[in-house]
């Protein structure tokens, strides 16, 4: 069964957030960096939540703005 999150984001979404390239986002997911689920179409989504902590980890944001 596959994971589900409530609030997902887009490659998009997520390499705007930590400035680097959507393919760099996706190769994040396929070395199992950061989870993702795929849509009907194919495309990725990410857990919101997986996403701001993997932002604080890498010191991009703080955990007051989580």
């Known amino acids: 069964m596959a994971k589900q999150w409530t609030q997902r984001q887009s490659s ?5 957030l ?12 396929r070395k199992g960096r950061l989870p993702s689920v795929r849509t009907p179409g ?3 989504r990410y857990p919101a939540d997986l996403v701001q902590q993997l932002l604080v980890q890498t010191g991009r ?5 989580a």
């Open 61 to 65: 944001s703080s955990p007051d703005t």
């Open 42 to 44: 194919g495309h990725r």
């Open 18 to 29: 930590f400035q680097v390239s959507e393919r760099a986002v996706t190769d994040w997911a």
């Open 12 to 16: 998009m979404s997520v390499a705007l």
